[in-house]
């Protein structure tokens, strides 16, 4: 029954920003620990950025002072806003409730 669908990713220049939308259906957003996760072509799939139930966050350190995860309980969903954006950001973004994986979002960062 648990469904997350991720939004938002395209193309954006470097320095550029954009923010990512994770939808979630059968589960309560503000009730659960959430989480952001990329992969590269060629890379094991990482963590970004992760929001407990206490509101608690967490950052990957290459993102740390770029990116922000909130979430916004009416909507019953999570964001990731990206900022300062980099060509080593280009990856599919994921959003995660265990065991649970969203279908993905493509980010490119080029000129």
């Known amino acids: 029954q648990v469904q997350l669908v991720e939004s938002g990713g395209g193309l954006v220049q470097p320095g550029g920003s954009l923010r990512l939308s994770c939808a979630a259906s059968g589960i309560i957003v503000s009730m659960n620990a959430m989480g952001w996760y990329r992969q590269a072509p060629g890379k094991q799939r990482e963590f970004v950025a992760s929001?407990?139930?206490?509101?608690?966050?967490n950052y990957a350190t290459s993102v740390k002072g770029r990116f922000t995860i909130s979430r916004d309980s009416a909507k019953n969903t999570v964001y990731l806003q990206m900022s300062s954006l980099k060509f080593e950001d280009t990856a599919v973004y994921y959003c995660?409730?265990?065991?649970?994986w969203g279908q993905g979002t493509q980010v490119t960062v080029s000129s």
């Open positions: 995660y409730k265990f065991p649970r």
């Open positions: 929001i407990t139930a206490e509101g608690t966050t």
